[in-house]
T-cell receptor, first 114, second 117 residues
């Protein structure tokens, strides 16, 4: 089955700096890669996703890049703010067969220091 | 529109007991998935139900089961509870129609936190 590895497990940055979280996946058939943000005591929320026919996607301060050949994808947050502090999870799936079955990375605790 | 609703939010059980958790998906969503979240294992997929049928199953023992009703509401049951079952159980709903763009985007509920003593 699919296996997703996520690094780093913790990341501390100064407000205004950029943060990068990286994930690798094992199944070359995976074609959907969402990122979820989970604030302390709250539910995971989708912040951005990318499909395998796209190499990069941006949404304001957030961007995701995908390298299908190397089987890795990354989350980039620019101009970080204290409210970006949360645990971020990457995930992978193959839409046609896995449907809602996501394989998650183990999460990255991001702390943005004011 | 209302989000994904899970009940109960918190519960405490003892080893050997069983528990039933409930999930009401977003109106119009036909797929309900269940995930177990623990500090050590992260988010682990339990199973997915679509139109009252189990469509996918994760690698959990048979003590973990679920079902979905005609109104798309879903329940999961854990029998013969073990200490290791203590976790946050998250339900997520989606449109579920494969091949349709965005249909597999998950919206999570707030979770049911189970403590087994």
């Amino acid at each position: 089955g699919e296996n997703v590895e996520q690094h780093p497990s913790t990341l501390s940055v100064q407000e205004g700096d950029s943060a990068v979280i990286k994930c690798t996946y094992s199944d070359s058939a995976s074609n959907y890669f969402p990122w979820y943000k989970q604030e302390l005591g709250k539910r995971p929320q989708l912040i951005i996703d990318i499909r395998s026919n796209v190499g990069e996607k941006k949404d304001q301060r957030i961007a995701v890049t995908l390298n299908k050949t190397a089987k890795h994808f990354s989350l980039h947050i620019t101009e970080t703010q204290p409210e970006d502090s949360a645990v971020y999870f990457c995930a992978a799936s193959m839409i046609e067969t896995s449907g809602s079955r996501l394989t998650f990375g183990e999460g990255t605790q991001l702390t943005v220091n004011p | 529109k209302a989000g994904v609703t899970q009940t109960p939010r918190y519960l405490i059980k003892t080893r050997g007991q069983q528990v039933t958790l409930s999930c009401s998906p977003i109106s119009g969503h036909r797929s309900v998935s269940w995930y177990q979240q623990t500090p050590g294992q992260g988010l682990q997929f339990l199973f997915e139900y679509f139109s009252e049928t189990q469509r996918n199953k994760g690698n959990f023992p048979g003590r973990f089961s679920g079902r979905q009703f005609s109104n798309s509401r879903s329940e999961m049951n854990v029998s013969t509870l073990e200490l290791g079952d203590s976790a946050l159980y998250l339900c997520a709903s989606s449109l579920g129609d494969r091949g349709i763009s965005g249909a597999n985007v998950l919206t999570f509920g707030a979770g049911s936190r189970l403590t087994v003593l």
